[in-house]
């Protein structure tokens, strides 16, 4: 099994910034690619931002010039740096990996409980 664990959420006002963490760990032969989502209320989970274990990333077009993805490949560690926040990113942010297991390299999907970002105008 493999499990994310994200930290980092809470409350910030707008222009303010966040950094959230997720660590992944569990049965895992290696990570294709890790990336944050999320998802606001009323609305469809979409991607935030992602990055591959070779380190090419990918933004939304809203989050462009704001947001920074990196990882820690030694830690199994993803990191969204959020800077300059608006109201409009006020979601559950949830985390993702996309994995080979351990078990005869079966792909996998996974996601993490998701953590609150709220930003107060």
């Known amino acids: 099994q493999v499990q994310l664990v994200e930290s980092g959420g809470g409350l910030v006002q707008a222009g303010g910034s966040l950094r959230l963490s997720c660590a992944a760990s569990?049965?895992?032969?290696?990570?294709?690619?890790m990336g944050w989502y999320r998802q606001a209320p009323g609305k469809q989970r979409e991607l935030v931002a992602a990055?591959?274990?070779?380190?090419?990333?990918n933004y939304a077009d809203s989050v462009k010039g704001r947001f920074t993805i990196s990882r820690d490949n030694a830690k199994n560690t993803v990191y969204l740096q959020m800077n300059s926040l608006k109201p409009e990113d006020t979601a559950v942010y949830y985390c993702?990996?996309?994995?080979?297991?351990?078990?005869?390299?079966?792909?996998?999907?996974?996601w993490g409980q998701g953590t609150q970002v709220t930003v107060s105008s």
């Open positions: 990055i591959t274990s070779g380190g090419s990333t």
């Open positions: 569990g049965s895992i032969f290696s990570i294709n690619a």
């Open positions: 993702n990996a996309d994995v080979r297991l351990t078990l005869l390299r079966v792909p996998g999907n996974y």
